[in-house]
């Protein structure tokens, strides 16, 4: 059975301040693919990451840092200087790498970023 | 790029009436997907289509729900008759889905947010 933990149902902070979401996931399959997505007022879920389960490298892109540690099945994603636009619940997913496997998402937590 | 399409954007209902939603996907993408996403929760994956075949219908109720996907291309998704617990937003996302196995990303529309009376 696959699951993803999203155990911060709700982050406030004030801009400029950096912020990390945390997501913890559970499979048995060795490979897998970690997403993180993000949802704002508008509804739509906008892709932002996607990472295999060999590559345990950091990624950084502009603002937003991923960190990925299969020792700890945890897959953390870091704003730094937050800003308002940030506002928005963010989801973790998980798909194992065997046939048509879909997405299994996090409960998501909201960010709140106040000016 | 065109993104994944949806219509209506809301939708009010009564309960026991029937209500479609209609999805359109980004051109050249061979998988679509149907997500119900209730209040303070992820998106829940109701069905699944491999071009005009279905891959994955586990979760589906399929007393009430059907969805169809002609052609290959757009996809209906129907509820006949609505219950209240069936407000929720559905999304419809699609992805390249050209190797089996192979993780390729999903990309969601706007989703429709649906109000059962």
């Known amino acids: 059975a696959q699951k993803v933990t999203q155990a911060q149902t709700e982050i406030s902070v004030v801009e400029k301040e950096d912020v990390t979401l945390d997501c913890v996931y559970e499979t048995r399959d060795t490979t897998y693919y970690l997403f993180w997505y993000k949802q704002p007022p508008s509804g739509e879920l906008v892709f932002l990451i996607r990472?295999?389960?060999?590559?345990?490298q950091n990624e950084i892109s502009g603002r937003y840092s991923w960190n990925f540690q299969k020792s700890t099945s945890s897959f953390n994603f870091t704003i730094t200087a937050s800003q308002v636009v940030d506002s928005a619940v963010y989801f973790c997913?998980?798909?194992?790498?065997?046939?048509?496997?879909?997405?299994?998402f996090g409960k998501g937590t909201m960010l709140l970023v106040s000016p | 790029e065109a993104g994944v399409a949806q219509s209506p954007r809301y939708k009010i209902i009564e309960k026991r009436q029937s209500v479609a939603f209609w999805c359109n996907p980004i051109s050249g993408h061979a998988t679509l997907y149907w997500y119900q996403q209730i209040l303070g929760q992820g998106p829940k994956l109701l069905i699944q289509?491999?071009?005009?075949?279905?891959?994955?219908d586990s979760q589906l109720p399929k007393d009430r729900f059907s969805a169809e996907r002609l052609k290959g291309v757009d996809s209906t998704l129907k509820i006949q008759p609505a219950k209240l617990e069936d407000s929720a937003v559905y999304l419809c996302?699609?992805?390249?889905?050209?190797?089996?196995?192979?993780?390729?990303?999903?990309?969601f529309g706007p989703g429709t947010r649906l109000t059962v009376l």
């Open positions: 996302a699609s992805s390249l889905g050209t190797r089996q196995g192979i993780a390729d990303t999903q990309y």
């Open positions: 289509f491999q071009n005009n075949g279905v891959v994955d």
């Open positions: 997913a998980l798909r194992y790498n065997s046939g048509y496997s879909t997405l299994t």
């Open positions: 990472r295999n389960s060999f590559d345990e």
